[in-house]
T-cell receptor
Framework: GENVEQHPSTLSVQEGDSAVIKCTYSDSASNYFPWYKQELGKGPQLIIDIRSNVGEKKDQRIAVTLNKTAKHFSLHITETQPEDSAVYFC??????????FGKGTTLSVSS | DTAVSQTPKYLVTQMGNDKSIKCEQNLGHDTMYWYKQDSKKFLKIMFSYNNKELIINETVPNRFSPKSPDKAHLNLHINSLELGDSAVYFCAAGVPSTDTQYFGPGTRLTVL
């Protein structure tokens, strides 16, 4: 089955800096790679996703890149703000039927 | 409108009790899921239902039984609760191959 590794587990940045979170996956058949943001006491919220026919996708300050050959994908947040502080999860689909999650990255943005 | 809702938000109970968590989605998706998030924040899939039929059943004790009365609802029944069942349980809807998967707000279960 699919296995997803996520790094780093914690990330501290200054407001205005960029943050990058990286994930690798094991199953070359995976085609869907979403990123979720989880704030304290809430459920995971989708922030951006990418499918395997696309190498990069951007939505304002957030971008995701995908390298299918190397089986890794990354989340890039530019101009970070204190409200970006949360736990971020990457995921990959398993046979299109379920999501397998990385272990999460706790991002802290200090002002 | 809330896309995926769960009740209750908090559930505190004694070991050995039986409890249920309810989930409803108004997205019209055929597939719903239950995930467990442990104290280290690790999210792991437990079950998947497609149009009232069980699709995925990961290695979960048979004390856990999902029940889907219709495609908008997927409830989780837990019998003989144990301390190790304490966690946050999330319901989700939407199959990754075609849909965005949306999560509910979670139910924090504490077993004393």
């Amino acid at each position: 089955g699919e296995n997803v590794e996520q790094h780093p587990s914690t990330l501290s940045v200054q407001e205005g800096d960029s943050a990058v979170i990286k994930c690798t996956y094991s199953d070359s058949a995976s085609n869907y790679f979403p990123w979720y943001k989880q704030e304290l006491g809430k459920g995971p919220q989708l922030i951006i996703d990418i499918r395997s026919n696309v190498g990069e996708k951007k939505d304002q300050r957030i971008a995701v890149t995908l390298n299918k050959t190397a089986k890794h994908f990354s989340l890039h947040i530019t101009e970070t703000q204190p409200e970006d502080s949360a736990v971020y999860f990457c995921a990959a689909d398993q046979a299109g039927t379920a999501l397998i999650f990385g272990k999460g990255t706790t991002l802290s943005v200090s002002s | 409108d809330t896309a995926v809702s769960q009740t209750p938000k908090y559930l505190v109970t004694q070991m050995g009790n039986d409890k249920s968590i309810k989930c409803e989605q108004n997205l019209g998706h055929d597939t719903m899921y239950w995930y467990k998030q442990d104290s280290k924040k690790f999210l792991k899939i437990m079950f998947s239902y497609n149009n009232k039929e069980l699709i995925i059943n990961e290695t979960v004790p048979n004390r856990f039984s999902p029940k889907s009365p219709d495609k908008a609802h997927l409830n989780l029944h837990i019998n003989s609760l144990e301390l190790g069942d304490s966690a946050v349980y999330f319901c989700a809807a939407g199959v990754p191959s075609t849909d965005t998967q949306y999560f509910g707000p979670g139910t924090r279960l504490t077993v004393l």
